[in-house]
C-alpha cells in the first residue's frame, strides 16, 4: 500500500534541507539588496557582491489584507508560463495527493499547520511553508520572499550554480540538526532527519525498532536517538577522533 502524504509529511521532507540552501545562500550573497523583473524573468542580488540568477520562479504571494496565499498560476496579472510553471507543478502534485492547500488557487492562512501568535508575522510565516512544499516537489531549493508593498509578500525559487550546497562536513550537518531541532516547527523529527540525511547524499540507517537514527557522512557518524512521540531525545557524534 503507498503511503498517505499529507502537507506535514511534505513541510517535514523539506524542513532541514530546505533550511541549509537558505544558510548557504546568505553565506553566498551577504549583507544584499534585491531586484526582481518579472516579464523580463531577472532577479539580482547586490551588496557585498552583485549576482544575478540563472533562472527565477515566482511562486505566489500572501497578502494580509484577505489573510490569504494566492499560488503564481492563478495569479490575474498573467506573468510568463515559464515563471509560474513551479506553482502549476505544486497544483498538480497536490491535486494528485489531496492536498488541497497546494491545489487550490487562494489558501487561507489558518489553512496551514500551526501558526505564531503575532499575526503580523502570518504572511512570513505561511511564504516560507509554501515555499518548503515547493521545493520538495519542484526539485529547486533555493527561495528568496520579501516584502513588496502593504504587507504583501512575494514568494520566489531562483537558481545559480553558486546556490549548489557544498560537501556536507561534519559542523555543517551538525549546525543544521541543531538548529532545525531549536527552531523550526518540525512535526516528525524522525522523519524530518530521516529525508533530511536522504536528500543530503548521507548515510542513514535505522535500529529495528526506529528508535535509533545512524547518519553517515565521509568522516563523521552522528546517532540520533527519538522518544516515543517521534522527538529527538539525545544526539551523539562522532568525527575522527573526537565524540560529541
Known amino acids: 500500500m503507498s503511503e498517505v502524504i499529507t502537507l ?20 553566498v550573497v551577504g ?38 496565499w494566492l499560488w503564481a498560476w492563478a495569479n490575474p496579472s498573467g506573468y510568463p508560463e515559464q515563471l509560474t510553471a513551479h506553482s502549476a507543478r505544486v497544483r498538480d502534485f497536490g491535486q494528485k495527493h489531496g492536498i488541497e492547500q497546494l ?76 538548529q532545525s531541532i531549536a527552531e523550526l516547527p518540525l512535526r516528525d523529527h524522525r522523519r524530518a532527519i530521516h529525508s533530511y540525511a536522504r536528500l543530503r547524499g548521507l548515510g542513514a540507517a535505522f535500529t529495528p525498532d526506529h528508535a535509533k537514527l545512524t547518519v553517515t557522512g565521509p568522516d563523521f557518524t552522528i546517532g540520533v536517538e527519538f522518544d516515543q512521540y517521534n522527538r529527538v531525545g539525545e544526539i551523539s557524534a562522532r568525527s ?4 560529541v
Open 103 to 178: 491545489a487550490a488557487a487562494e489558501v487561507p492562512f489558518d489553512a496551514l499547520p500551526g501558526g505564531p501568535a503575532d499575526p503580523k508575522l502570518e504572511p512570513a510565516r505561511v511564504t516560507g511553508a509554501l515555499l518548503d512544499a515547493a521545493k520538495v516537489v519542484s526539485g529547486c531549493w533555493t527561495s528568496y520572499h520579501a516584502e513588496v508593498g502593504q504587507g504583501t509578500r512575494a514568494a520566489f525559487l531562483i537558481e545559480h550554480p553558486e546556490f549548489r550546497l557544498p560537501a556536507p562536513t561534519f559542523p555543517r550537518v551538525m549546525r543544521v540538526l541543531q
Open 240 to 243: 575522527g577522533a573526537e565524540t
Open 31 to 68: 549583507e544584499h539588496q534585491w531586484y526582481v523583473n518579472l516579464q523580463e524573468g531577472r532577479f539580482d542580488f547586490t551588496g557585498s557582491r552583485d549576482l544575478t540568477c540563472s533562472r527565477v520562479h515566482l511562486l505566489g504571494s500572501a497578502a494580509p489584507g484577505p489573510q490569504s
Open 8 to 27: 506535514a509529511n511534505v513541510l517535514d521532507d523539506a524542513a532541514l534541507f530546505s533550511l541549509e540552501h537558505q544558510v548557504h545562500l546568505e553565506e
